[in-house]
């Protein structure tokens, strides 16, 4: 005999599938634009996010499995829809402003308030975060419209509001920092619903004929003539400042790498590549062996 499921009639189901499968494929996209603006903003790529979980549930469940000192950024897609909010475990915020300001990201304590200028830089950086998510129908602007320090000050939705929850973990130097979470009320999100389907965005996880993602498509013509800057390294080596200060022209300095090993070639301030030197033609160039890091 099978067993018998209790079916909760608290947790009414509200969103389809189809509009599931969106926000899905829209929070995996915003992992890869996240983690790109990041690194930009860091000048580093210690920061990874990726999507954890996701699910339609009501607030009064999602919110118990908040941390009261959750930072609560709340934001609005004018003109048609507001109320919409993410979930920063504080961790993770502390980890990003230091990293803004220059640090490393580790943070020992937790406990100390965030500052103006804490959530100054914070703003900024979210509100580059939110400009990046790929939108199917025609709005004005992402905005953020408000921050709330904990969770206790947040009180715009009731518990039995359904919602859905997408849960990104937050890694530094490939150790969880902690969470963000989305959270998308049904009632403030449901005018624009029919445009995720009808706009055909519902299939966004999709392959299109050549088997290409279709929303990282739209994305890479949205961003391949952007310029970026990359640099072939022959080498490094370390001299004093006595030595540096006595070079002269014509002397010579060694490099740590050897004539026939493959070099480091990086894009921005992350290394990407390895390749060999050599000529093409009266030109010199390199050529590509390998990537370094292959999820890139």
Same mark, same amino acid.
């Given at each position: 005999?099978?067993?018998i499921?209790l079916?909760?009639?608290?947790?009414?189901?509200?969103?389809?599938? *189809?509009?599931?499968?969106?926000f899905?494929a829209?929070a995996? *996209?915003?992992?890869k634009?996240?983690?790109m603006?990041i %690194?930009y903003?860091?000048k %580093?790529?210690s920061?990874?996010?990726d999507? &954890?979980?996701?699910?339609q549930t =009501?607030?009064? &469940?999602?919110i118990?499995t908040? =941390?009261? +000192?959750?930072v609560?950024? *709340?934001?609005?897609i004018y003109?048609?829809?507001?109320n919409?909010?993410?979930?920063?475990d !504080?961790?993770v915020?502390?980890?990003?402003?230091?990293?803004l300001?220059?640090?490393?990201g !580790?943070?020992?304590?937790? $406990?100390?308030?965030?500052? +103006?200028?804490?959530?100054?830089l914070?703003k900024?950086l979210?509100?580059?975060?939110?400009?990046?998510?790929?939108?199917?129908?025609h709005?004005? %602007?992402?905005?953020?419209v408000?921050?709330?320090t904990?969770t206790v000050?947040?009180?715009k939705?009731? =518990?039995?509001?359904?919602i859905f #929850?997408?849960?990104? =973990?937050?890694?530094?130097?490939? #150790?969880s920092?902690?969470?963000?979470?989305f959270?998308?009320?049904?009632k403030?999100?449901?005018?624009?619903?029919?445009?995720l389907v009808?706009?055909?965005?519902?299939?966004?996880?999709?392959l299109?004929? &050549?088997?290409e993602?279709l929303?990282?498509?739209?994305s890479?013509?949205f961003t391949? +003539?952007?310029?970026v800057?990359?640099?072939?390294k022959?080498?490094?080596?370390?001299?004093?400042? +006595? $030595?540096l200060?006595?070079?002269?022209s014509?002397?010579?300095?060694?490099l $740590?790498?050897r004539i026939?090993?493959?070099i480091?070639v %990086?894009?921005g301030s992350?290394?990407?590549y390895k390749a060999?030197v050599?000529?093409? @033609?009266i030109?010199? @160039?390199?050529?590509?062996t390998d990537?370094?890091?292959?999820?890139r």
């Amino acid at each position: 005999m099978e067993d018998i499921k209790l079916y909760d009639f608290k947790k009414s189901e509200k969103f389809s599938i *189809e509009n599931i499968r969106y926000f899905v494929a829209m929070a995996e *996209e915003f992992c890869k634009t996240s983690n790109m603006q990041i %690194s930009y903003e860091t000048k %580093s790529d210690s920061f990874k996010i990726d999507l &954890e979980k996701s699910s339609q549930t =009501n607030f009064g &469940e999602f919110i118990e499995t908040v =941390n009261s +000192n959750n930072v609560v950024v *709340e934001y609005r897609i004018y003109p048609l829809v507001e109320n919409l909010t993410i979930f920063f475990d !504080k961790h993770v915020v502390l980890s990003l402003v230091d990293s803004l300001l220059g640090g490393d990201g !580790k943070i020992e304590s937790i $406990d100390r308030d965030l500052t +103006n200028i804490d959530l100054e830089l914070f703003k900024y950086l979210v509100d580059c975060l939110l400009r990046r998510i790929y939108i199917p129908y025609h709005y004005e %602007s992402i905005k953020v419209v408000d921050i709330y320090t904990n969770t206790v000050e947040y009180q715009k939705l009731n =518990n039995k509001d359904v919602i859905f #929850e997408a849960s990104l =973990n937050v890694a530094l130097h490939k #150790e969880s920092l902690g969470a963000l979470r989305f959270c998308m009320p049904y009632k403030n999100m449901e005018s624009v619903l029919g445009d995720l389907v009808n706009n055909n965005i519902k299939g966004l996880n999709r392959l299109d004929e &050549e088997g290409e993602n279709l929303l990282s498509k739209d994305s890479l013509d949205f961003t391949k +003539n952007v310029e970026v800057d990359i640099c072939a390294k022959l080498g490094v080596a370390t001299v004093s400042i +006595n $030595d540096l200060l006595n070079l002269e022209s014509g002397d010579v300095i060694l490099l $740590d790498q050897r004539i026939y090993e493959d070099i480091t070639v %990086s894009v921005g301030s992350a290394d990407v590549y390895k390749a060999k030197v050599g000529l093409l @033609g009266i030109k010199k @160039g390199i050529q590509i062996t390998d990537i370094i890091d292959k999820e890139r």
